[in-house]
């Protein structure tokens, strides 16, 4: 390799590791929605170096186990089930050393509630919601997509699953 050919190498070297060593010092950029109290936001961006955790959907569990199977006595109310189900994440992420500040987007699986005249409960789920993501002690929001549906499990209204990050 010639000299010029060596410092031209050198060159594009440097200038790709000033490209490089930026990235590292990002961090996860959130744009908030068009509603500022919304708990989520529109879209959320995670630049190199972090580390993405998929976490399965994790649904409430029975709130009386010894109520009929998929009684509403069972499992309770969306405001209840939703509770529980994010209780349930929170501990997971707990243990892979995350908390709900990592969460970069979420799917939250609802099913019509016979308490709510057999429509989705949207505003209870979503004040459990805002009990967790977009308060003082925890600023940050997710980006969510809210899908209606029918789960597997007689009675079960909510099932949520996330995705967090963490350098």
């Given at each position: 390799m010639?000299s010029?050919?060596?410092?031209?190498?050198?060159?594009?070297?440097?200038?790709?590791?000033?490209?490089?060593?930026?990235?590292?010092?990002?961090?996860?950029?959130?744009?908030?929605?068009?509603?500022?109290?919304?708990?989520?936001?529109?879209?959320?961006?995670?630049?190199?170096?972090y580390?993405t955790?998929?976490?399965?959907?994790?649904?409430?569990?029975?709130?009386?186990?010894?109520?009929?199977?998929?009684?509403?006595?069972?499992?309770?109310?969306?405001?209840?089930?939703?509770?529980?189900?994010?209780?349930?994440?929170?501990?997971?992420?707990?243990?892979?050393?995350?908390?709900?500040?990592?969460?970069?987007?979420?799917?939250?699986?609802?099913?019509?509630?016979?308490?709510?005249?057999?429509?989705?409960n949207?505003?209870?789920?979503n004040?459990?919601?805002?009990?967790?993501?977009?308060?003082?002690?925890?600023?940050?929001?997710?980006?969510r997509?809210?899908?209606?549906?029918?789960?597997?499990?007689?009675?079960?209204?909510?099932?949520i699953e996330?995705?967090?990050?963490?350098?």
């Amino acid at each position: 390799m010639t000299s010029s050919r060596k410092f031209a190498f050198l060159g594009m070297a440097l200038t790709l590791c000033a490209f490089a060593a930026p990235a590292g010092a990002q961090s996860v950029s959130r744009l908030p929605s068009a509603n500022a109290n919304s708990p989520i936001v529109s879209a959320v961006t995670v630049p190199p170096g972090y580390t993405t955790y998929y976490i399965s959907g994790t649904p409430a569990g029975p709130k009386d186990p010894n109520a009929p199977e998929g009684s509403p006595g069972r499992w309770g109310d969306t405001t209840q089930q939703t509770a529980d189900s994010l209780n349930k994440l929170e501990a997971t992420l707990k243990q892979l050393g995350l908390t709900f500040g990592d969460v970069v987007k979420a799917t939250v699986f609802i099913v019509a509630d016979p308490t709510n005249g057999g429509k989705i409960n949207f505003p209870a789920m979503n004040a459990e919601w805002s009990k967790r993501f977009g308060t003082a002690a925890q600023p940050n929001k997710p980006a969510r997509s809210t899908v209606e549906v029918k789960l597997a499990t007689p009675g079960a209204l909510i099932e949520i699953e996330m995705i967090a990050v963490r350098k």
